[in-house]
């Protein structure tokens, strides 16, 4: 029995594609636009006159005086001198509402000694806290807080420069201290 080579029998031979012919029309046409356009600028090249007066009607001596501009005016800056004579009066109502108390929370502990260590990294950035002992049912907890703050304001401003320390945990509680 003979043997059939079944891979060489999918492969007919194959004739490479035809080349295009090479587009005669186009370089030519290319070439001659080419060539006008060198002539035509070799052509003009001498025809422009340099002379400043040539292309103007009128004389030399006017245009040179047209061309300086006239200097330009002093400003006076009236708002200079004013606004420092100047007050501003705002009107701030007074806040009738309830009067809250803000504290910061900053972590809550099972261990007294990791609130004691994050008081001591607060103390060392000027920032005064207190570690406070609750009781939950899930038992004791050690709390490190901030304040009382009697407004918001100062609440948020401690929270932003202990966040710029790198602690992101402190959070706003509107809370009593009895």
């Known amino acids: 029995m003979a043997q059939r080579d079944y891979v060489a029998r999918g492969r007919a031979k194959q ?6 012919p090479l587009p005669w029309i186009r ?3 290319t070439l001659g636009l080419i060539l006008g356009f060198a002539y035509f600028l070799w052509h003009i090249k001498d025809s422009a006159d340099t002379t400043p007066a040539a ?7 006017q245009q040179e005086q047209v061309d300086v501009l ?8 009236e708002f200079i001198e004013e606004l420092p004579n100047r007050t501003v009066e705002v009107e701030v109502p007074e806040d009738t509402g309830p009067t809250r108390r803000y504290l910061l929370q900053c972590g809550s502990f099972r261990e007294a000694n990791q609130a ?14 207190q570690v406070r002992p609750s009781e939950g049912k899930n038992g004791r907890w050690h709390r490190v807080v901030l304040g009382p703050y009697e407004n918001k304001r100062a609440a948020e401003k401690d929270r932003h420069a202990i966040q710029r320390l790198g602690i992101t945990t402190c959070q706003l509680w509107n809370w009593n201290l009895d």
């Open 70 to 77: 006239p200097k330009p005016p002093k400003e006076k800056w």
């Open 55 to 61: 292309n103007s009607k009128q004389p030399v001596q």
């Open 15 to 20: 004739t490479p594609p035809p080349k295009p």
């Open 116 to 129: 004691e260590t994050m008081r001591a990294r607060l103390a060392f950035q000027g920032i005064e806290s």
């Open 27 to 29: 370089i030519i046409i």
